[in-house]
């Protein structure tokens, strides 16, 4: 397949996943949740079956099609789920899908660093400040999208232009490099090991600033979390959603 | 092995899916949650990018943007504990007192 044809098929594979997910974003009234599975599925299946020219010598990865399908299908999920606690645990499952991504790069020491600091630290801050949050009844805002339609073409618009750049720039059988057998990674042979010591050598800065950053952040959160709530009587009332707040006195 | 172009458009899929969920729901919590995925995305374009060249580049940047992920969550959260406490709702609508 010419890149020209590749760059059509890729924009036509975007706008059928493009109306899959706009038909499974939660709405008031008909369920459309059937006709965008199938729609979404359908790109999805186009999108892999693209990959396969992209395949280098060396047959079929099973592990990154597999990993790719779990991380589109509980990203899509996600953004699409109504309720938030179901939306943390599938992002924590599209982390899990991340991971093999990157040891098929041998990124080994990344791939554990997100396990243990996003899916384990991140996410459960999100899923306490969840919990934090409860409503009951299960609140209105989640029962329907904000412009969906917008918002699905402007994700899947920006998509399409990057997606065509990179299928016309980056070529069909670049491979992923070795980085065990390159010969420019310095510091060990270990992956753990270059990256450590990239880090205190070349990017000793970087680093440094990245620890300034948690400090400041840590120092933000506190005084944040600190101040004191006014108390407002309007939020026994009941009130429709487009007025919720309109009535209350300024700070 | 599979090329950096498949990699590169499941990194940009990724991006694009999580800016469809922030620009979309009107829960704070999960339009946070939307730009951790962004961020996933560009994680995975960083290394992939990295691998092209065969250097370790791309990952010492993916570990820069974990710490700042965290760091944007800690504070990101914080935030929305306190906007919770203020009006006992999470809908973002809830605070558009400034239309109009």
């Not at chain 1, 990154?64 to 589109?72: D, N, R, T």
């Not at chain 1, 073409?153 to 016309?168: E, H, K, N, P």
């Not at chain 2, 590169?8 to 620009?23: C, K, R």
């Not at chain 2, 290394?47 to 944007?72: D, K, P, T």
Request: proline residues 4%.
């Amino acid at each position: 397949m010419s890149t020209a044809v590749t760059v059509y098929v890729t924009y036509g594979l975007f706008a059928l996943g493009g109306l899959g997910v706009y038909l499974l974003m939660p709405r008031i009234g008909r369920s459309t949740r059937g006709a965008g599975a199938i729609f979404g599925m359908a790109a999805l299946a186009g999108l892999l079956g693209l990959c396969t020219q992209w395949l280098a010598v060396g047959g079929v990865d099973v592990l990154f099609y597999v990993s790719a399908i779990v991380a589109l299908v509980a990203s899509v999920k996600m953004i699409t789920h109504t309720m938030p606690v179901y939306s943390a645990l599938y992002f924590v499952l599209v982390v899990l899908a991340v991971t093999p991504l990157l040891l098929l790069q041998e990124a080994e020491f990344l791939a554990v660093a997100l396990v243990i600091v996003y899916a384990g630290a991140i996410l459960v801050t999100y899923v306490f400040v969840i919990m934090l949050s409860q409503q009951t009844p299960p609140p209105t805002c989640d029962r329907r999208a904000r412009e969906p339609f917008v918002a699905v073409l402007a994700g899947f618009l920006t998509m399409s232009m990057v997606a065509s750049q990179i299928v016309r720039w980056t070529g069909s059988t670049k491979t992923v490099e070795s980085l065990a057998a390159s010969a420019t990674v310095e510091g060990g042979a270990d992956n753990t090991t270059a990256i450590g010591t990239l880090l205190v050598s070349d990017y000793l800065a970087a680093f440094e600033l990245a620890g300034v950053l948690l400090l400041i952040a840590m120092i933000g959160a506190i005084a944040v979390s600190r101040k004191r709530v006014p108390k407002h009587p309007v939020v026994e009332a009941a009130e429709p959603p487009g007025m919720i707040g309109r009535s209350v006195p300024p700070y | 092995m599979p090329s950096v172009t498949a990699y590169m458009i499941l990194g940009s899929l990724l991006f694009a899916l999580g800016l469809v969920g922030f620009l979309s729901r009107r829960n704070l919590i999960v339009v946070f949650l939307s730009t951790e995925l962004m961020f996933q995305g560009v994680l995975v374009n960083f290394v992939a990018m990295g691998s092209l060249r065969g250097q370790l580049n791309g990952q010492i940047f993916a570990l820069h943007l974990l710490v700042i992920a965290a760091v944007e969550a800690g504070v990101a959260l914080g935030l929305v504990v306190y906007l919770y406490r203020r009006k006992a709702t999470l809908d973002t609508e809830s605070w558009s007192g400034m239309w109009g």
